[in-house]
């Protein structure tokens, strides 16, 4: 099965077909730096370092850029309230998303564009607009005229009327069209700003992304991605300037959108009240644990957030965990001369299918939520063959649970699961530590039958959502 993938340019799943054999360029919208990141972030770029995940795995050589537009009147606002300069507020939350993604495992982008470098290649490409006649020229502000384009509505699949009807458009008598956008803006007062052939100005929010993909990856580049809130007007204004500047299409050949976060379905969003950044949700949950219930539905589908929801993705992850921690012990076993007995044929086969079934999920545009599907079923399968080796039934197994424990992280690897980076391990291992201690002072305080202070350790853990369990082989601990 080839690899499919959602064009919303189409309408239709599409058979992916790169601009180069092997390799992919890639672009995805990046965020307006002038707050914390929310969960309708993380949505997005976790989503994206799946799909740049999974088509490295199939073999292709990914070349990723994504902008900051930091310049924006959002920025200047802000930075007016804080009394500070615009670009050194973006700056504060550029190193805010990458402390956030960071933590959310999300691999960085190779070239992270911004605004204010590129200013002189945006004036450049309005330039030529203007000159074309796609766009003109009012007090300062320049406008790209969209009756210049005709295919302009080809992307949301709506008419001029429609998106006029729909859309919240200023009042502005001199433009030509109430759905002209700005490419470039007069600055007001005290703004910052930058020169240019019309006047003291800067970019419009649609034109930043325009020039940088065309700088970065050239005309007809393979994927633009981004939130599905982008397909209108940013990522249609987007096409039309564009391929109106080349003079030809396509500007990308796949448009993939994600769907949104939402919070008792409806988006989530400040004006609504339920909004939730990155930072406040890791503060109950782990990273993984987040990353986990993003990406277990469809990319597509709208995923409705609730502690609840999350509660139930962490109970899946910690399923998942458990497998690798019952493989562990036999990651390193070696082939042995029988291991070709019954069970191990059926474990190989089971592995090989379930391979090819986590496989063909990603290849259907990239179902992650049957993908996890498929996880579950190796991992249900894996560990009944575990119990079979650990009981001493059947030791020829161990070589094949050794293929198993492979498979099983280098597929959950492709969805970015289970990848600490050293600086965790790092932390991992003096938290394991210090947890040894812990349980070896409650240990002596149980053999001196000091029950208060054992319940008191047990209880102030219990807290911290972590849970001690006693057995006749010792206590062991782990998190809710």
């Known amino acids: 099965m080839s690899l499919k993938v959602y064009n919303t340019l189409s309408k239709?799943?599409?058979?992916?077909?790169?601009?180069?054999?092997?390799?992919?360029?890639?672009?995805?919208?990046?965020?307006?730096?002038?707050?914390?990141?929310?969960?309708?972030?993380?949505?997005?770029?976790?989503?994206?370092?799946?799909?740049?995940?999974?088509?490295?795995?199939?073999?292709?050589?990914?070349?990723?850029?994504?902008?900051?537009?930091?310049?924006?009147?959002?920025?200047?606002?802000?930075?007016?309230?804080?009394?500070?300069q615009p670009v050194a507020l973006a700056q504060k939350f550029i190193d805010e998303y990458f402390v956030d993604m960071d933590r959310l495992g999300v691999q960085r982008a190779h070239v992270y564009p911004k605004v204010t470098k590129h200013i002189a290649e945006i004036i450049q490409m309005v330039e030529k607009l203007v000159a074309e006649g796609h766009a003109y020229v009012v007090d300062g502000d320049v406008y790209f005229a969209i009756d210049s384009f005709a295919d302009y509505g080809k992307l949301s699949g709506r008419s001029l009327e429609d998106m006029q009807a729909g859309a919240r458009v200023e009042v502005d008598e001199r433009k030509r069209h109430p759905m002209d956008f700005a490419l470039w803006k007069k600055a007001k007062e005290g703004e910052i700003a930058?020169?240019?052939?019309?006047?003291?100005?800067?970019?419009?929010?649609?034109?930043?992304?325009?020039?940088?993909?065309?700088?970065?990856?050239?005309?007809?580049?393979?994927?633009?991605?981004?939130?599905?809130?982008?397909?209108?007007?940013?990522?249609?204004?987007?096409?039309?300037?564009?391929e109106a500047y080349l003079g030809k299409g396509p500007f990308s050949r796949y448009w993939i959108h994600n769907g949104f976060v939402t919070v008792n379905e409806e988006k989530m969003s400040k004006s609504l009240g339920n909004f939730s950044t990155i930072k406040q949700v890791l503060q109950r949950?782990?990273?993984?644990?987040?990353?986990?219930?993003?990406?277990?539905?469809?990319?597509?589908?709208?995923?409705?957030?609730?502690?609840?929801?999350?509660?139930?993705?962490?109970?899946?992850?910690?399923?998942?965990?458990?497998?690798?921690?019952?493989?562990?012990?036999?990651?390193?076993?070696?082939?042995?001369?029988?291991?070709?007995?019954?069970?191990?044929?059926?474990?190989?086969?089971?592995?090989?299918?379930?391979?090819?079934?986590?496989?063909q999920a990603m290849d259907d545009d990239f179902n992650t939520a049957l993908a996890i599907g498929a996880l579950f079923e190796l991992g249900r399968d894996l560990n009944r063959y575990v119990n079979l080796a650990a009981n001493g039934e059947k030791t020829e197994l161990k070589a094949v649970l050794a293929q198993g424990n492979?498979?099983?992280?280098?597929?959950?690897?492709?969805?970015?699961?289970?990848?600490?980076?050293?600086?965790?391990?790092?932390?991992?291992?003096?938290?394991?530590?210090?947890?040894s201690l812990i349980l070896q002072i409650r240990q002596e305080a149980r053999a001196k039958k000091d029950w208060a202070t054992a319940d008191q350790i047990r209880d102030a853990l219990k807290e911290l959502e972590i849970v001690i369990e006693d057995s006749p082989q010792g206590a062991k601990w782990k998190r809710k």
């Open 194 to 242: 930058w020169d240019s052939p019309w006047g003291p100005g800067r970019p419009g929010w649609h034109i930043e992304c325009s020039v940088m993909s065309l700088k970065y990856l050239g005309e007809g580049f393979d994927i633009h991605g981004g939130g599905a809130d982008l397909v209108f007007p940013h990522h249609e204004n987007e096409i039309a300037q564009s």
């Open 12 to 84: 239709e799943k599409e058979e992916f077909q790169t601009r180069e054999p092997g390799k992919v360029s890639l672009y995805v919208c990046g965020v307006t730096p002038y707050d914390y990141c929310h969960l309708g972030h993380a949505r997005v770029y976790i989503t994206w370092d799946v799909i740049r995940r999974y088509l490295e795995y199939r073999g292709y050589e990914v070349y990723q850029v994504q902008n900051f537009t930091d310049v924006d009147d959002k920025i200047i606002r802000k930075a007016a309230e804080e009394g500070c």
């Open 285 to 359: 949950y782990s990273p993984e644990v987040l990353r986990f219930f993003l990406i277990s539905v469809h990319y597509r589908s709208p995923i409705d957030f609730s502690p609840d929801k999350l509660d139930e993705a962490q109970k899946g992850l910690e399923r998942l965990k458990n497998v690798l921690e019952r493989l562990a012990p036999f990651a390193n076993q070696q082939s042995e001369q029988n291991d070709n007995s019954l069970e191990a044929k059926e474990l190989l086969e089971l592995l090989a299918k379930r391979k090819k079934e986590f496989i």
């Open 406 to 435: 492979q498979l099983f992280k280098e597929l959950t690897g492709v969805l970015g699961l289970f990848q600490q980076t050293a600086s965790q391990d790092d932390q991992s291992e003096l938290v394991n530590g210090l947890m």
